[in-house]
């Protein structure tokens, strides 16, 4: 018995690893729309590592903008979506360690009308947050400069405790923008927060129509004791209202001990996975990647 | 009070509301469908006064804090639709627009994502490797090249920042240790898709908590190269001086996740075609023994440019590594090189010899042929918490060299050569707690059974045994999070025999065989300590080494003994500025001490002119080297500096003697304390431009030394300093325009009693290539060199080649057309100590070879 609960154990794990790239195959996806253009957008953060020396973290996010709904999330998994792997070329899963190291969320706005839907993640769970959209107050301001080639004006605006300076381009009519900034009359090409700590650039733009999804859950294959094979499940996605996952966050990844020690939160038995190769910085945890050490924690919005 | 502060506000609210204006409406297209975030936009004098958006309905409500005084514009856009102004003139507090649109897409101008060139994370820095690639390049080595901090060398040594690397991956497995010419050379330049320059590298995962200044390398390859089998047939034809030329390989390779093979065999009669394949970059491609240190082969000169071997070489190699998880992998290396190489070269030496000036002329034509096979079988198991290594070598090397001599006659010389050595390494180490337990043990037997050389009528032999057995054992005991003890025990045995034999006509029979053991017991402690914020590191040991020696001569039975206990103290500095600064300082004694070879007393005859003897004194030499670097680089910018400066002295007791006449040279080791001094600075700064796809490197090298010898009986110091000035640069002005050149300066003064002497010498290339279209390459590269011959002579030497590739999707054809000007002599001078010596090197002619290389993998 207990070889065989070392062998189920083993295979699930095997399946774990197998499972760490996304795949249309592991999420149940609909199609909410098809795309005007998508943009896409260096995203850094400047915060301090565990030793409390300054570090940039950076990565590239898509964001995908349909009628009335638009979508931000991590750049390669829209090269998954549009099946541009071969982009990818680098280590295929670097993205997601980007991903858990700078708690990027899938942000769908729009969706349903007049809401917007965020996958947050908060390893070894992953959970779905919907709120009324709310549109930062903007004031147009003297000053332009160029963007990836675009003409912009300057703008500032405050949402949700943070002061945001931006630049929009009205060559690009749409009031769409990444993350959850938006209202502006043009697509916002550029935004910083005033600590100069998140920033967004564009950096591409491609005009094309490929679908927007959504995602309500995770295709996991669970091993059946009775029938002795894989079966297919779907697990939908944790809920969870803006107020609790802003405090959650805040507690987990605000926490001093997350620095040294980011798995300090998780209790009970886990299925780790620790990647091999060159890189073992990072632990594999319910289909997540968790950094072996932290950066600190900087909130997008602080109320 | 409450009340009437209430009553204010509530007045003042009003009288804000009645202030504003307000344009409501609905939004439509053609088919009556109300369209969504629309933008609209009320416009004055090309100042915007207000801005809002549709929402699912279509409706929109604008408001302006106070009635413009004149005529605005309201403009609706949509990504999807034709942009409409309609002029209003306000005069109402609520004014309705609606509007339809027609449908329009907008062009927007599209922007690609650049891959981004460098990641930097820790100590890792990953190149996108398609980012820096040229349109000529072909093969690993050719990217490697255009990489930011990293150099390639002429013979395929990789160095990150000056420093060769101590490992290559492939995909994180170690298939080839330093045979990682084979990959490079081998694997097609667009199938790596990243390059991992590894900092601080520790390739046993138990040391991850030591410090390491080791750098090593991960090559990533793209999907097309993985879990397929693929091959590179390459095959050429040409003509040299009249001679036909053919080149034949094949290599084929596979990789997948636990398993690698990598299998290729190469053949020509031309150039370096496969002859760099196997080169072994962490020095196990060559044998020693005693007898063919002592009586070695004969080469010509070699000029620092131009092709001047005749060589024919073949090779076969196979290579496999199977990773069984993630900790424990098995790899079988496999090797039998062929070479077959011809040269010649005129000298002319001018011996000081106490200021008698003694020319010596000759003309050597060396021609060697050597076979090598290799085998070997290497066990790892890389735990966090254990090590386990075992390594099995077997190789040999049978080797014929012949080398006429005509000086003022025709002296015939020609030498055979067998050597074979066999050897075990074993390496384990384990952790208990938070302390490591090491043991390693080396055994080897390295034989060369018969070295046997004929100069003209005389004859000189010899042959050799050694047997070397190295166990050690290490303990590390931490001592807090940051401070470590550790406490190596070496014991090395070594047995050594030796024994010569020269048959001269008409002399006696001159031999002599020696034997015995060398023990040496050592111990190493040190002790380390880390600053809590890492940027600190500082290390302070001692070797500790009891050296005992027992040689016999058989012949006369004379034994030599020797039993001396050295210190070496050494200490090492680290401040780590940042990520991506740091400074480092060592400094150590070395104490090294004679071999068997010193207690050779009987004359051993080298060539047809030379003798040696030994003093009978063991040497023993005593060094203190310290260095002091630093190293700099701004990874986005594709900037990297490194400066280092050192200082090394050393006394040894026993000093080089030479006694020169018309007929013969004589060498022998005096027992006299002798002294050596030196001082040396390099800078070298290295900075891509992407956007012009240009990388620039400068280096500049200074030195300073003194030494010691004995010429003619008499005691000479010499001192000598140089500098040089080296830069290069590879440009793509154009994009179909690639040009490289570089240049050097170098200049050195040489001074003793009463003399002194001053060279320099210059060199330029320049190369251009040129892409018609983009498979297509035409390069034309010519060198300039200016040497000083002697002190009023200078001598101008050109090489001129040219190439045109085409790179199709699945063949790479190139025809190379070298040596375009038939320059045939290349002419240049040495010193050593207070001897110069003029060469001229016999250059190969002109050659056309044409070559085809094919990738078979599916597209």
Known sequence: ??????????????????????????????????????????????????????????????????????????????????????????????????????????????????????????????????????????????????????????????????????????????????????????????????????????????????????????????????????????????????????????????????????QFYMTGPKQIVVTYGKDENYNFIGGLFVPAKGHKYQPLELK | MKKISLLIIALLMALSASAQVKVTGRVINLKNIPVADVIIKCVSEGKTLAFTSTN???????????????????????????????????????????????????????????????????????????????????????????????????????????????????????????????????????????????????????DADEESDDVALNVKLSNKAKFKPFGQPAAGIGLREDDPLYALGLTGMMFTDNFQLLGSAKGSNHGNFGSYDIIDHFGNNDISTLATDKLGKWNSARPPLGEYLYQTNAYASLNGIEKMDSDRQVRMNADYAYEDYNSSSSTNTLYFADGQNISINEENRPHTRLHRPMIEARYENNGNDRYFMDRVNMKAQFEENECPVIATDVNNQNRKATQLAISNYLASTVRMGENKLSFNSNIEFVRAPKVCLNMNSISQTGQSTTITTDHSTSFTIRLGSKWRISLPVNLTAYYNMIETSLHAPDDAILGQRLDGWVVTPWASPSTDWRSPSGKIYMSIGANLQWRNMMYRSRFDDKKTTMSELFAEPRLSFRYTFSGTSEMSFHSAIYNSVGDILDLLTTPVQTNYRTTSMASGVIGKNQVWASSLSYTYQIPFSYFTLTADAGWTQGKRNVL?????????????????????????????????????????????????????????????????????????????????????????????????????????????????????????????????????????????????????????????????????????????????????????CHLIGRTIMLTCKLNLVKK
């Open chain 1, 1 to 262: 018995m207990k070889k065989a609960t070392l062998l189920i154990s083993a295979l699930l794990m095997t399946l774990s690893a197998m499972a760490q790239m996304p795949s249309k195959e592991k999420e149940k996806v609909d199609t909410l729309c098809q795309t005007k253009f998508t943009a896409v957008y260096q995203y850094t953060i400047n915060t301090t590592d565990e030793k409390g020396e300054a570090v940039t973290d950076s990565a590239r996010l898509a964001l995908q903008v349909g009628d009335g709904i638009w979508k931000t999330w991590a750049y390669e998994r829209y090269l998954i979506q549009v099946e541009r792997d071969e982009e990818l070329g680098w280590d295929k899963s670097y993205f997601m360690k980007n991903e858990a190291l700078m708690h990027i969320a899938t942000t769908t706005v729009g969706y349903p009308e007049g809401k917007t839907i965020i996958l947050e993640s908060i390893p070894p769970l992953r959970y779905e947050v919907t709120e009324d959209t709310e549109k930062p107050t903007w004031t147009i301001v003297e000053g332009s400069d160029s963007v990836c080639g675009y003409q912009c004006q300057k703008a500032n605006g405050e949402f949700r405790g943070k002061t945001w300076n931006v630049l929009y381009t009205e060559d690009i009519p749409t009031v769409a923008g990444p993350w959850k900034l938006q209202g502006l009359p043009g697509l916002i090409a550029f935004a910083t927060d005033e600590e100069g700590i998140h920033t967004f650039r564009l950096i591409a733009l491609y005009q094309e129509s490929v679908p927007i999804t959504y995602s309500s859950g995770s295709i996991t294959e669970k091993f059946n004791t009775e029938s002795l094979h894989f079966e297919k499940i779907f697990v939908p996605y944790g809920k969870s209202s803006y107020e609790q996952m802003l405090k959650h966050k805040n507690n987990v990844f605000g926490n001093r001990q997350y620095l040294t020690d980011p």
């Open chain 2, 56 to 206: 699912a309905q279509g409706q929109y409500t604008l408001e302006l804090r106070e009635m413009p005084n004149r005529a605005v514009e309201l403009q609706f856009s949509h990504i999807s639709y034709e942009k409409e102004n309609v002029k209003l003139t306000l005069t109402e507090k609520t004014t309705e627009q609606d509007m339809v649109l027609t449908d329009k897409q907008v062009t927007l101008k599209e922007v690609k994502v650049q891959a981004q060139p460098i990641i930097f994370q820790g100590d890792t820095l990953s190149y996108n490797l398609a980012s820096f690639l040229g349109k000529g390049d072909v093969t690993l080595e050719d990217g490697l090249k255009r990489l930011p901090g990293i150099d390639v060398t002429d013979n395929g040594t990789i160095k990150y920042l000056g420093k060769a690397i101590s490992h290559f991956y492939i995909e994180g497995m170690d298939m080839l240790g330093g045979r990682y010419n084979l990959a490079t050379q081998n694997i097609p330049a667009e199938y790596a898709t990243q390059v991992d320059v590894m900092k601080h590298h520790k390739h046993r995962k138990i």
């Open chain 2, 656 to 840: 080089s003697s030479q006694y020169v006449d018309e007929e013969s040279t004589s060498t022998a080791s005096i027992f006299r304390d002798s002294h050596t001094k030196n001082a040396n600075a390099n800078l070298s700064i290295s900075k891509n431009l992407l956007t012009l796809s240009t990388k620039l490197q400068f280096t500049a090298s200074g030195s300073w030394g003194s030494s010691e010898s004995m010429s003619q009986g008499k005691v000479v110091t010499t001192y000598g300093n140089s500098y040089s000035f080296k830069g290069q640069a590879t440009v793509t002005p154009l994009p179909w325009m690639e040009i490289g050149a570089n240049g050097q300066y170098s200049r050195n003064y040489t001074w003793w009693t009463g003399n002194h002497r001053t060279t320099d010498g210059e060199n330029a290339s320049l190369s251009l290539s040129v892409f018609p279209i983009d498979k297509i390459e035409i390069k034309g590269s010519y060198d300039f060199v200016r040497s000083q011959i002697t002190d009023n002579q200078y001598k101008n030497f050109s090489l001129l080649s040219a190439s045109v590739q085409y790179k199709a999707s699945r063949a790479v054809w190139k025809l190379s057309l070298n040596n375009l000007l038939n320059t045939r002599h290349y002419r240049y001078t040495t010193f050593n100590a207070t001897d110069r010596y003029t060469m001229d």
